[in-house]
């Protein structure tokens, strides 16, 4: 992010496999970055909701060191002219003789075996959220499903109905300072655009949650690309079609599927 001044290195989140490096920021609300985003009003004390209370729980086991109470006491200076925030770094994999230990096939097989959902829609909207405990922040996305490849939830899900997910980060205005939290593992996604999601399903919240950081591919015009550090980055060389069909093999092949409910 060229727009930003780091003020420090916060936390070292390790999960599984992956490494990640937080760190706090600075930013001019009027910037390029900036801009791109609508912050959404969070009321201090507001009670949780309990769709809220059970996205909580899930980000609170993802992210147990995130610290951000630091954070909610900026937004007590009422610096309007600046966003602050906390940055977590793209994921490092382990390598072995300078090759990843983990195969893009092994990656993607376990994608898709470990999904309850994963389906092709359109983001329609997106709201952001401040965790119950006020240390993080997610955002909560509005798909409409328009290709379903696997979906062995408890939730019906149908092609042009709309089904909710939620991604890490976000922006928020508190007490009128802008806030945001970044995971780089996890990018924003925009409304009006297409995307290819590998999801989780959360029972207590009756919504999904992304499932892996290698989950994520645009779609456009035929094409797939994948977000953001383009690990299956093989797989997208092909049409959008062709990376479907390889998904649907992938996932004929894991255990348990007798238990499909929806499969399109």
Known sequence: ??????????????????????????????????????????????????????????????????????????????????????????PSRPTVGGLTATSNSDLLSRATCEADLI?????????????????????QYELTVVDIIKNISEQSVSIGREVRLTRPGGLISLDNQLIKIEDKSYPDLSVGDYYLLFLRYVPGAKGFIA???????????????????????????????DVFDSIRGIFGGCKGREEVRNVY
């Open 119 to 139: 389906a092709v829609g359109k983001i329609e909207e997106k709201v952001a959220h401040l965790t119950d405990d006020g240390r993080f922040i997610y955002t």
């Open 211 to 241: 499932s892996t950081v290698d989950g994520t591919f645009e779609v456009r015009n035929g094409a797939v690309e994948q977000l953001p550090n383009r690990s299956l980055a093989q797989l997208t060389q092909k049409g959008s079609d």
């Open 1 to 90: 992010m060229r727009h930003h001044q780091k003020v420090g290195v916060a936390i070292i989140l390790v999960i599984g496999v992956a490494l990640f490096a937080s760190s706090f920021f600075k930013l001019d609300a009027q910037s390029d970055n900036a801009k791109s985003d609508k912050a959404t009003i969070i009321k201090r004390n507001r009670p949780a909701t309990d769709e809220e209370k059970e996205y909580s729980k899930e980000y609170k086991k993802r992210y147990p060191d995130t610290d951000a109470k630091r954070l909610l006491e900026m937004a007590k200076s009422r610096r309007t002219n600046e966003i602050v925030g906390s940055s977590i770094g793209e």
